[in-house]
């Protein structure tokens, strides 16, 4: 393992333990989107894609579809849209981080969502961390990701450049956590594999915040 891996692995466990520690506290994020992530003890959605099934190639659109596939990138980049078919998603990326306080930064729009900086970059073989708002202004007023929770193994996600490129993933697996089971260093935690994993609010409404969050991974398919 490269020293570049290790340090940024260790970047990352520090970045979890300030989001687990802060951003359940203050609530400044609760209620929308403050991470979960795989855990065995967690109520798991979907099951997941076989390895084969998840890097199927993207099929060609048809009359019905809106959004035509781009070429696919050939090297990491920086994300600039989030294209979720299924959902009819089509959402701006906002590159996010940390406030002050250690919370993971929201989403300004409730159309746009928010990729973080010191997650992956698309095509870098990482994982990718994306937010959404589940609803914005009022409890219901849906946002981007108010049906996130339609998705299954095998929907595909589409990740695009500001060079009109973009990479493609399906959806392996999903899971719903109470906030105060959210192991947040899995959820953040990357490896050598190409993945993407989205995350929103879910559950109940309580106090300011949802009592859950919802989390769905994805792997590469081209």
Not at 6 to 15: D, F, P, Q, T
Not at 21 to 34: D, E, P, Y
């Amino acid at each position: 393992m490269s020293s570049a891996w290790s340090k940024h692995r260790a970047l990352l466990a520090i970045v979890a333990a300030g989001v687990l520690a802060m951003g359940i506290a203050s609530g400044v994020v609760a209620s929308k989107l403050a991470a979960p992530s795989p855990n065995p003890g967690a109520h798991r959605l979907t099951a997941a894609a076989t390895a084969s099934a998840a890097r199927e190639p993207s099929a060609a659109p048809t009359p019905g579809q809106w959004w035509k596939p781009l070429p696919t990138a050939t090297a990491a980049f920086q994300p600039a849209l989030l294209v979720i078919e299924k959902l009819k998603v089509q959402a701006p990326v906002e590159v996010k981080g940390l406030d002050p306080h250690n919370v993971m930064e929201a989403p300004d729009n409730p159309s746009d969502a928010a990729w973080y900086r010191f997650s992956a970059k698309p095509g870098s073989g990482g994982n990718a961390v994306f937010s959404g708002h589940r609803d914005f202004g009022q409890v219901g007023n849906p946002a981007i990701f108010w049906h996130l929770d339609q998705l299954v193994a095998g929907d595909q996600i589409d990740v695009v450049s500001d060079k009109r490129t973009q990479i493609s993933y399906r959806v392996s697996q999903a899971w719903d956590y109470t906030v105060s089971d959210m192991p947040m260093q899995q959820v953040l935690a990357t490896d050598r594999n190409d993945e993407v994993t989205l995350i929103t609010g879910s559950g109940t409404f309580l106090r300011g915040g949802y009592d859950h969050r919802l989390v769905v991974r994805a792997v590469r398919a081209s």
